[in-house]
């Protein structure tokens, strides 16, 4: 993005956008998405726009068929393995930056990063994804036993908030017994590398 004036035309057709492809429940989580990531943005001396940008196209491909989900990702070219093709809709993320590259023309590499890597995550995140990551798990329409203290850490540490809620999410499903996607254990990995590191006396 270039300037103000195309922050503010991409940020209205990515929410034209969300809005004509989602069901009304699934719009509203949006927008509760962007508000709550342009708070953190906010507090966390990032770029409002551009992250109010990725949170309104985060889910925009989210109630796409599981066949059309593998039939785009080959068409474009984007990663499926196992998981992916276990559960197609893993691709939204993927398939949601790629429409917006393609139908909006958003060129921004970060907001296109964070769109993609908000499912599953992605260790080495930069801060814009980390805050649509944090934001998508404790909206306020969020309610789940930590999230309260997943929203306190996140207006302190988006790291500490992201990795609170990964350790959640791996062991809820641990639990289930249901698979971890190896994204996911890598962006564990990689948040509590410092915490490491402090503790070797690094
Ligand atoms: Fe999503
Ligand atoms: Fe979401």
Redesign the pocket.
Known sequence: MRDPAENHALIEAADAFARERLSEKRYDHTVRVADTAEDLARIHGLDLARTRLAALL??AA?ETEPGEYLRLAEEWGLPAGEPERQSPKLL??PVAAELGRRELGVEDQEVLDAVKV??VGAAGMGPLALALYVA?KIEPARDYPSVGRIRDLARRDLREAAAESLRRAISYNEGRSREIHPASREMLEWLEEPERAAHRGV
Do not use: C, P, Q
């Open positions: 985060h889910d989210r939204h993320g908000h499912t998508d």
